[in-house]
């Protein structure tokens, strides 16, 4: 069996290799001489804490982590675990990136299930203190330790960790929305709206419209009974102490709204939609709103109108094609959803929109640059869109162009591919 230093056999090699004495050391590291003797010497010798692991390291020239993993066995002295310890070693773990040293803690950690309360409340110190992907490995670790599946501390860890993803890698992020969606009725209520919210903007990046109507329906009534629940208890002049959720409670009811009209408009029930669009397009009725909740109320008037010229060209009404561009131009943040309508709009009913396409293809363009995943989406779908159609116009080199382009970006974004199955009409045999 292969023999490894412990961390006082390795502070006294480089002591003995340095020829420093205690006193000397003493002065270069800040610690007091009788104090780091007793590290040492003591029988048992004294714990070492962090701080005095750090100051030894440093006094030392060595990186910051160089002791860390000898630490580990340090945080179960005599076979305990110090949470006294434990808690600012980890801390320095998570500020350092050493998530080997943070597994092998929580692995021994959880040989002791009475710790996992103890390993939420750490994470969510880390989530609320911002550092939501840093929390994750903790939350990982109640998820696979919780004894009670139906409690909320399990479902709340499940939750965090959905929401600490980046939607970077939609496989990912989809596996992580399947793993979620059964625990989502456990959360406390303020949870559960951005986490349904959360759901159908996953689904959205997906085009997975069935899923998207279905929690789009069940946001906003969920929001609806949380409005009117809060609303009895006013008018019976109870005191109520407001839901506290991410987002203004006119949000999860307008996005609801806005979901399902999505979702009815992508699988072609455009009457039903335009039903759902009214339902959302005015919501300053909402008591209670504040100057966040007025924003709100703005912004899907904005979308509602914007989404109102869309079903009109969807049915084919070309002559709002103009007033439609006036308002893409009042409203510049909607130029990329717009043109995808335009060209789909096109591509339907043969229109020819190769103006409007020159006029903003380098501001389209713009948006592959861009981290947000939003406006990747819409160039991605742009790109599809344009693809057709350019066949469908006989310029079979830039669909061919605009295929690759759209092929090469879903494969660097590991995003799920809709088919592109583009029917060229037998009449456009002509080249560029």
């Given at each position: 069996?292969?023999?490894?230093?412990?961390?006082?056999?390795?502070?006294?090699?480089?002591?003995?290799?340095?020829?420093?004495?205690?006193?000397?050391?003493?002065?270069?590291?800040?610690?007091?001489?009788?104090?780091?003797?007793?590290?040492?010497?003591?029988?048992?010798?004294?714990?070492?804490?962090?701080?005095?692991?750090?100051?030894?390291?440093?006094?030392?020239?060595?990186?910051?982590?160089?002791?860390?993993?000898?630490?580990?066995?340090?945080?179960?002295?005599?076979?305990?675990?110090?949470?006294k310890r434990i808690k600012p070693f980890l801390l320095r773990c998570v500020e350092l990136g050493r998530k080997d040293c943070i597994q092998k803690v929580l692995s021994r950690l959880t040989e002791d299930l009475s710790y996992v309360p103890t390993i939420f409340e750490f994470a969510e110190e880390l989530f609320k203190g911002g550092k939501e992907k840093e929390s994750v490995p903790f939350y990982a670790?109640?998820?696979?330790?919780?004894?009670?599946?139906?409690?909320?501390?399990?479902?709340?860890?499940?939750?965090?960790?959905?929401?600490?993803?980046?939607?970077?890698?939609?496989?990912?992020?989809?596996?992580?929305?399947?793993?979620?969606?059964?625990?989502?009725?456990?959360?406390?209520?303020?949870?559960?709206?951005?986490?349904?919210?959360?759901?159908?903007?996953?689904?959205?990046?997906?085009?997975?419209?069935?899923?998207?109507?279905?929690?789009?329906?069940?946001?906003?009534?969920?929001?609806?009974?949380?409005?009117?629940?809060?609303?009895?208890?006013?008018?019976?002049?109870?005191?109520?102490?407001?839901?506290?959720?991410?987002?203004?409670?006119?949000?999860?009811?307008?996005?609801?709204?806005?979901?399902?009209?999505?979702?009815?408009?992508?699988?072609?029930?455009?009457?039903?939609?335009?039903?759902?669009?009214?339902?959302?397009?005015?919501?300053?009725?909402?008591?209670?709103?504040?100057?966040?909740?007025?924003?709100?109320?703005?912004?899907?008037?904005?979308?509602?109108?914007?989404?109102?010229?869309?079903?009109?060209?969807?049915?084919?009404?070309?002559?709002?094609?103009?007033?439609?561009?006036?308002?893409?131009?009042?409203?510049?943040?909607?130029?990329?959803?717009?043109?995808?309508?335009?060209?789909?709009?096109?591509?339907?009913?043969?229109?020819?929109?190769?103006?409007?396409?020159?006029?903003?293809?380098?501001?389209?363009?713009?948006?592959?640059?861009?981290?947000?995943?939003?406006?990747?989406?819409?160039?991605?779908?742009?790109?599809?869109?344009?693809?057709?159609?350019?066949?469908?116009?006989?310029?079979?080199?830039?669909?061919?162009?605009?295929?690759?382009?759209?092929?090469?970006?879903?494969?660097?974004?590991?995003?799920?591919?809709?088919?592109?199955?583009?029917?060229?009409?037998?009449?456009?045999?002509?080249?560029?």
């Open positions: 069996m292969e023999y490894a230093p412990t961390i006082r056999s390795k502070i006294e090699t480089e002591l003995k290799q340095r020829d420093y004495s205690f006193s000397s050391f003493s002065k270069i590291s800040g610690i007091n001489r009788g104090t780091f003797s007793s590290m040492l010497n003591s029988n048992p010798p004294k714990p070492i804490s962090v701080r005095q692991m750090d100051l030894i390291t440093k006094a030392l020239g060595y990186p910051e982590d160089w002791l860390y993993e000898s630490y580990i066995d340090e945080c179960f002295y005599e076979g305990k675990s110090h949470w670790c109640v998820i696979e330790n919780e004894k009670y599946r139906h409690s909320e501390r399990l479902a709340i860890s499940q939750y965090k960790r959905f929401k600490a993803c980046t939607m970077s890698d939609l496989e990912k992020s989809l596996e992580l929305v399947l793993e979620f969606i059964p625990y989502r009725n456990l959360l406390p209520e303020h949870y559960q709206l951005e986490a349904i919210h959360k759901i159908t903007n996953i689904y959205f990046y997906l085009h997975k419209w069935d899923e998207i109507e279905k929690y789009g329906r069940e946001l906003k009534e969920l929001a609806y009974v949380i409005y009117t629940n809060q609303q009895k208890r006013k008018e019976k002049r109870r005191a109520t102490t407001w839901l506290h959720t991410e987002r203004h409670l006119v949000f999860y009811y307008g996005y609801g709204f806005l979901s399902v009209s999505t979702a009815l408009q992508k699988k072609g029930y455009i009457k039903e939609a335009r039903a759902e669009l009214e339902g959302y397009a005015d919501l300053s009725w909402f008591k209670g709103l504040d100057s966040e909740g007025e924003a709100d109320v703005e912004q899907f008037r904005v979308w509602a109108k914007a989404n109102s010229y869309t079903l009109d060209l969807l049915l084919g009404k070309r002559e709002s094609l103009p007033a439609y561009i006036t308002f893409l131009e009042n409203h510049p943040e909607e130029i990329s959803s717009g043109l995808v309508t335009i060209l789909e709009t096109a591509n339907r009913y043969d229109f020819d929109v190769d103006s409007i396409i020159d006029k903003y293809s380098e501001q389209i363009k713009r948006s592959q640059e861009s981290d947000d995943v939003k406006q990747l989406t819409y160039y991605y779908c742009y790109m599809y869109q344009l693809a057709i159609y350019h066949y469908r116009r006989g310029k079979i080199l830039k669909g061919q162009k605009d295929t690759l382009n759209y092929l090469l970006l879903s494969q660097q974004r590991n995003w799920f591919k809709p088919p592109i199955s583009i029917e060229v009409p037998q009449e456009y045999t002509k080249t560029d």
